[in-house]
């Protein structure tokens, strides 16, 4: 791995000190790499494996068996989807259509310029307002295809924040 | 300040009874997620920001208080006078103004505000004479909407950890276990073990360190009631798990809550520490020498760790893939040590059970289902939320009775129990009394109380598919038959809903969820073929349409249905011409308007939203007959 792709260590160091070196605070610590760098760099699981004493191929194995990792950087604007069941049957498809169409993207892909990546999640619980879109932070309840446009200039606009 | 008396606690519960009558009248503003996704955050704001400058005005001291869910979701952003108990629903910032003037310094009620039952037409004022809470038993779910979860002597006041003195201060734990036994306390997780079995083999089992575990891992999608309880009321689960740990002698415990609820993991952090600076929680609990404290672990965002022993792996910091089950948790669990692993509603009723006692509890429910149990009830039903009843309570008073009927008043079909493990149960058993067996025997199951009711719009094979999707996702791949079982009926549901099905699919689907059933690890794989089996069962003929007549009764397979416009019932509103998100419908304002079949996906927006009902769909093949490309 060349040094001009090195992630910067300091908020690793920070993560890593505040929880005990062992395999039991595996997920906890990539949970806090993944808040602070919006994904899994290689070289930080590097160091995530050797400081705590598990082998790289595990921490990769756990990096991506969970859904809340991504090991590609994400966008600055993550769309989240809910395909929950309440929100499939109230025409969840067709939201995610509608950003496949606006976008160019596919849930689990980043716009080239990096400012958006869709995702579909599996219930976030808010099924009494289905469908929902989650745009960074803010939730949008009964979320209608015809209004992505204004839900997504909210989301950039609360990024330029 | 830390409680270490039996005295101190009821100095302590005086104190913050004290403080709570003193602000008799409180404006509640429900911030669970529902209700800030609607935007509550902005009313709660705006209500105190002009409750301070009325100041002068306001009559006696006011607050406005956040809580958590008030269940009634779907009519948020809801707020509650007390004393007065009126509740108001959708409310917007700019009544913030109206409702302090008028409401809580004029004591008028504002009727535009007040809920409307659609069934009567009426405007109900009255929190507790609106349809929706009148009928319903709140146990786990007691003190949500009525507590600031943030503030412990706000839950203390309600009744907060008197569970928790009385079985420290005055009995043993094996009195604390017969308790729950009396109570017939069974798991709310879905599977509905008792409780008192499991704690007491784990008492029995030998080592000195045990573990005491709360799932909150809520994944079955459609429910969300240990959201809520973990927002709304995270003292009531913290009670329950120092109750646990005490009667089977565990020190440590975890709440593994899932990634996907960040307000449930802030408010419990913080109900966690408030506990442990009074001295709920942590070394010598209430004085009494007994130690125990809680961790709280966020999940990675894998529906297989809601099992159990998937769980406890991932908690140990592994890959969640569950274990066979012969050697039981409660002998070999976390790290291989005793432990005793219960969903975040098993432990919220264990505090009230011990306050009130367990043969209060066993009087509600059925025969083997005793007490309550919280429901969300959700999908095409005019009333959606979060519900408690008592067991034995019947589909249709859950559904016409607190529901209100199916939204737009269509033909209800099924209703959807359980989760990816259950199934869909018809119009036929709408008398069907819930508890555990019943809804077993109907091949569905309890889970974990997401109640997704199905209208004439939806199609039971794409539902069968739906789920075989999801649990194609989440399988974890350890096991053969759940991991290439899925698999292999997904890319069968795949035909029949393109109307690429064969004859003899029914059957190849048949033996593969028998296969599943017999060889799969765990539960997830298990019960994975009851969505398909339970559809199977009851909509059989929906199958049969899909592979015989190319055709999707639903009208909502998109492969197999198109739309049109009925001449004589389109009103010209231009509605559908606005959401058709390929511009296939064309036609001016009051006039007849067209769906162009070349350009039409199929998606089905036009009918959702046409007020004249003059969209009306029919087998795509038909299209060939007319002539149409």
Known sequence: MSAAHAADPKPLEA??????????????????????????????????????????????????????????????????????????????????????????????????????????????????????????????????????????????????? | MRIESEQAFQRFVAQARKRSSARSREVLVCCGTGCLANGSAKVAEALAAELAKRGSDVPVATFT??????????????????????????????????????????????????????????????????????????????NIGRIDPADIEDAVAHGAYAGLAKALFTMTPEQVIEEIEVAGLRGRGGAGFPTARKWRSCRAATGDRKFVVCNGDEGDPGAFKDRSIMEGDPHSVIEGMVIGAYAVGAHEGFIYVRDEYPLAVVHLTLAL???????????????????????????????????????????????????????????????????????????????????????????????????????????????????????????????????????????????????????????????????YEKLTEAGSMMGSGGMIVMDDRTCMVEVARYFLQFLTEESCGKCIPCREGLHQMLAIFEDLVAGRGKSGDIEKIERLARGMQLGSLCELGKSAPNPVLSTLRYFRSEYEAHIERRACPAGICRELTAYEIVETACNGCHACF??????????????????????????????????????????????????VA
């Open chain 1, 15 to 161: 993560i890593l000190g505040a929880y005990p070196a062992e395999e039991a605070s595996l997920i906890q610590i990539l949970q806090d790499v993944h808040r602070a760098y919006n994904y899994l760099p290689c070289d930080v699981l590097a160091t995530v494996a050797k400081t705590l004493g598990v082998p790289l191929a595990k921490v990769y194995s756990v990096g991506t068996f969970y859904k809340a990792f991504s090991l590609q950087p994400q966008g600055r604007t993550i769309v989240k989807v809910c395909t929950g069941t309440a929100c499939h049957i109230r025409g969840a498809a067709q939201l995610v259509d509608e950003l496949q169409r606006k976008l160019g993207i596919k849930p689990g892909e980043t716009t080239p310029d990096m400012g958006f990546t869709v995702k579909t999640v599996n219930c976030v619980g808010a099924c009494a307002m289905a469908p929902v879109l989650i745009v960074g932070e803010t939730y949008h309840g009964n979320a209608k295809a015809a209004k992505l446009d204004t839900y997504l200039a909210a989301g950039e606009a609360d990024d330029a924040d």
């Open chain 2, 65 to 142: 208080k956040r809580t958590g869910c008030h269940g009634f979701c779907e009519r948020g952003p809801l707020v509650v006078l007390q004393p007065q108990g009126v509740l108001y629903t959708r409310v917007k910032p700019r009544d913030a103004a109206e409702i302090v003037e008028k409401s809580v310094i004029g004591g008028e009620v504002i009727s535009r505000l007040v809920y409307k039952d659609p069934a009567s037409g009426q405007r109900i004022p009255g929190y507790a004479e609106v349809p929706f809470y009148q009928r319903q038993t709140r146990v786990a779910m007691r």
């Open chain 2, 273 to 435: 520490e408030q506990a442990r600076a009074r001295g709920l929680l942590g070394a010598n609990i209430l004085g009494t020498g007994f130690d125990f404290d809680i961790r709280i672990s966020r999940g990675g965002g894998a529906f297989v760790c809601g099992e159990s022993s998937a769980l406890m792996r991932s908690l140990e910091g592994k890959v969640g893939e569950p274990r066979a089950k012969y050697v039981h948790a409660t002998e070999r669990g976390l790290f291989d040590l005793p432990t005793v692993l219960n969903n975040v509603e098993t432990w919220a009723d264990v505090g009230a059970i011990l306050a009130r006692g367990g043969a209060w509890f066993a009087s509600m429910g059925t025969a083997k289902s005793k007490g309550t149990k919280a429901f969300s009830l959700v999908g095409k039903v005019k009333n959606t939320g979060l519900i408690e009843l008592p067991m034995g309570t019947t589909l249709r008073e859950i559904i016409y009775g607190i529901g209100g009927g199916v939204l737009g008043d269509r033909p209800f079909k099924a209703v959807q129990t359980g989760g990816p493990s259950g199934g869909c149960v018809p119009e036929s058993l709408l008398d069907l009394p819930v508890d």
């Open chain 2, 578 to 627: 606005k959401v058709c998100p390929v511009g296939a419908i064309t036609g001016k304002i009051k006039e007849l308007h067209v769906i162009h079949h070349d350009t039409c996906i199929s998606c089905g927006a036009c009918f959702d939203v046409c007020p004249t009902q003059a969209i009306r769909t029919f087998p795509k093949k038909e299209l060939a007959e007319r002539g």
